[in-house]
C-alpha cells in the first residue's frame, strides 16, 4: 500500500510503498476512506515534539474494516468506523469509570517487540505508528480499542472529523466542562478545534457563547457553529471589558483557550467571573510558563484553570452520538471541510493550512 512517510523534522512528507503486517489477536485492518490533515501532525513534522523516526502520521481517519485479528469481538468485516488516538485498555480504574482518555496502560493497544512492527517500508525498515494509528495511508492496522463503528449513512470525509478536532472541541464544552442551559462561554481561537467547542456549547445549552480572534473571517465562521457574539481582539482596547460587558456581569462560566499559547491561557483566566472555570486546550510549546498572581488570581476570585486532553471524550460513546446528531442537522461538519485532496497533494495542503486556512484538507481514497 501507499504511505506519506516523515523521514526527519522538518523534511516533506514522501509518498513510498510501505507493507502493513497481517492483524493479530485484536487487530484490525482498515480501508482508509477519508484522512484528515489535523494541525498537531504538522506541529510534529516541523518541531517532532518527541516522535520518532521514520513515521507514519496522521490520526483522523474514516474507512471501512477489511480483515480482523482472531480476538476481535466488537467489529466485524465491512463496518464503517472511525479512529480515534484515545489508546486506552478497557480495564484499568479510569477506564472502568468510563474515563479512557485517563488511561496509564496506553501500551496494551500496541504490539510487543517480538510480534514485529505493524508498519515497514518494503527493505524491512520499521516505521512508527505514531498515536497509534498511522493514517495518511491506504490501509491502517489498529487495536479494536482504537475504533468506532458509526452508522453507516454518515459520509466518510464528514465521519474522519469525529475522531479529534469534533471530539477535542465539542468534548470539552459537553463532557470536561459540562456547559449547562443558561451558561455563558468564552471561546478563544475560531480555528477548527474553536469551532467545535463553540457548537458543543450551543448544544449543550449556553446562553452566550463569545468566539475571539483576530481575524474577522473566522468569526463570521463562528457564528455559522452558534456563537451569539464575536470579538475581534485586534480591534477592541480592552478584551477583558468586552468580554464582561457581553455576559452582563464580571465575566463568563467558562473559558477555552484553543491556540495553545501563554497569553491567550492568560486571557482566558481574565475573562472569567469569579468562580469560572479556565480550560487549557491548545498544545502549548515544551518549556512554556504561565505566571500565576496566588491572591487576585485563585484565593478571593477563586478561578480555575484546568487541562483538557481530547475532550475527556469516552470515544465509543460519544462519537456514535455526534455521527447521528450530524445525520439529524444538530452538528455542523460541512463547514469544517475546505477540500478534497489525494495523497500526493499532502505537502501542498499543509502548506495552505499554514496560510490560515480554518477547515480542514481531506485525503480521499476511492
Not at 479510569?94 to 496494551?108: K, L, Q, S, V
Amino acid at each position: 500500500m501507499k504511505a506519506a512517510v516523515l523521514h526527519s523534522v522538518g523534511a516533506p512528507f514522501t509518498v513510498e510503498d510501505v507493507v502493513l503486517a497481517a492483524p493479530l489477536g485484536r487487530e484490525v485492518r482498515v480501508d482508509v476512506r477519508a484522512s484528515g490533515l489535523c494541525h498537531s501532525d504538522r506541529h510534529v513534522q516541523l518541531e517532532g515534539l518527541g516522535m520518532p523516526f521514520p513515521s507514519v502520521l496522521g490520526h483522523e481517519i474514516s474507512g471501512v474494516v477489511a480483515e480482523i485479528g482472531p480476538d476481535v469481538t466488537e467489529l466485524a468485516p465491512g463496518d464503517h468506523v472511525v479512529a480515534y488516538l484515545v489508546s486506552h485498555c478497557g480495564r484499568c480504574r479510569d477506564c472502568i469509570a468510563g474515563e479512557p482518555f485517563r488511561c496509564a496502560n496506553t501500551d496494551y493497544v500496541r504490539r510487543s517487540p517480538e510480534q514485529g512492527p505493524r508498519i515497514t517500508r518494503r527493505n524491512g525498515e520499521e516505521l512508527a505508528q505514531v498515536v497509534d494509528i498511522s493514517g495518511f495511508a491506504e490501509q491502517v492496522l489498529v487495536h479494536e480499542n482504537n475504533l468506532v463503528k458509526v452508522n453507516d449513512e454518515i459520509p466518510f470525509d464528514r465521519a474522519c472529523l469525529l475522531g479529534c478536532g469534533v471530539i477535542t472541541g465539542a468534548g470539552a464544552a459537553i463532557n470536561t466542562a459540562q456547559v449547562r442551559v443558561g451558561d455563558t462561554v468564552a471561546v478563544i481561537g475560531a480555528g477548527g478545534v474553536g469551532l467545535n467547542v463553540v457548537q458543543g456549547a450551543r448544544i449543550a445549552g449556553a446562553s452566550r457563547i463569545i468566539a475571539i480572534d483576530l481575524q474577522d473571517e473566522k468569526l463570521e465562521l463562528a457564528r455559522r457553529f452558534g456563537a451569539t457574539h464575536t470579538i475581534n481582539s485586534g480591534s477592541v482596547d480592552d478584551v477583558v471589558a468586552a468580554v464582561a460587558e457581553i455576559a452582563g456581569t464580571a465575566g463568563v462560566d467558562h473559558s477555552f483557550e484553543v491556540i495553545g499559547l501563554v497569553p491567550t491561557v492568560r486571557l482566558a483566566l481574565d475573562v472569567l467571573r469569579p468562580g469560572g472555570t479556565a480550560y487549557a486546550i491548545g498544545l502549548q510549546k515544551p518549556g512554556a510558563q504561565l505566571a500565576l498572581d496566588g491572591a487576585p488570581d485563585l484565593f478571593p476570585l477563586q478561578k480555575s484553570l484546568k487541562g483538557v486532553f481530547m475532550g475527556s471524550t469516552n470515544p465509543k460513546r460519544d462519537i456514535p452520538v455526534y455521527a447521528d446528531l450530524y445525520l439529524q442537522g444538530r452538528l455542523n461538519l460541512d463547514d469544517l471541510i475546505h477540500n478534497h485532496i489525494s495523497l500526493d497533494g499532502i505537502n501542498e495542503a499543509y502548506e495552505e493550512l499554514e496560510g490560515g486556512k480554518v477547515a480542514r484538507s481531506i485525503i480521499v481514497f476511492d
